[in-house]
């Protein structure tokens, strides 16, 4: 049997998504067993992310500077603009490499049934990004479930009266997906593929 911490450490890490506690307790053994070079690395870079992580006002982003990286990133596109439901839907689409334009992060979905309404997601940022103009092209990357492409459907309306081509990804991506789970290749396929929406 392990000590008290090591046992609150495997439960701290079965948390984790993606970590059961099968998976926790062979990570902390690892972490034990490699205590001189992996402890000390990973307290430190759990230590800065802690200290310095803020949300971008731009974006909604997470980094640790705001603006994030990508929205002071002066090679992006700024003409082209991709909404996303959450960060992880936004790291998935930028490690793929294929979209050059900046992004705009709503905070989840719409969703009757959770009691999620417009007003708690970051649309009215999102309305004010675009009413500043220089967006030429905004990409509906919702995830492809009920929620998502209903909430595609409801920004689709609000950004209809807007001079720009409104696009969302391919219907490739499989029905109750979430981008974060694909693959870099489904992803590209899907960004390749988006089409105007309507």
């Known amino acids: 049997m392990a000590s008290q911490e090591i046992e609150a450490l495997a439960n701290a890490l079965a948390r984790l998504p993606g970590l059961g506690p099968r998976s926790a307790r062979r990570a902390v053994l690892w972490l034990v067993k490699n205590r001189e070079q992996a402890l000390p690395t990973l307290l430190s870079a759990l230590d800065a992310v802690r200290e310095g992580l803020v949300e971008c006002d731009t974006c909604g ?4 500077k705001n603006p994030c990286g ?4 002066h090679r992006r596109d700024a003409k082209s603009l991709c909404i996303v439901e959450d960060v992880a839907d936004l790291w998935a689409l930028d490690r793929a490499r294929l979209f050059t334009g900046r992004y705009h992060v709503l905070g989840g979905r719409l969703s009757a049934l959770d009691g999620v309404r417009p007003e708690d997601l970051n649309i009215a940022s999102l309305l004010e990004r675009v ?3 220089g967006i030429d ?21 609000r950004l209809e009266g807007f001079p720009l081509r409104i696009t969302q990804l391919a219907h490739g ?10 693959d870099e290749g489904t992803l ?4 390749r ?3 105007p929406v309507g």
């Open 61 to 64: 982003n997470v980094d640790t």
């Open 70 to 73: 990508i929205c002071a990133d």
């Open 131 to 133: 009413e500043q103009g």
């Open 137 to 157: 092209e905004v990409v509906l990357a919702m995830n492809a479930t009920l929620e998502g492409q209903t909430t595609a459907h409801y920004l689709a309306e």
């Open 173 to 182: 991506l499989p029905v109750g997906g979430e981008l974060d789970y694909l």
């Open 188 to 191: 590209a396929q899907a960004l």
């Open 193 to 195: 593929a988006r089409r």
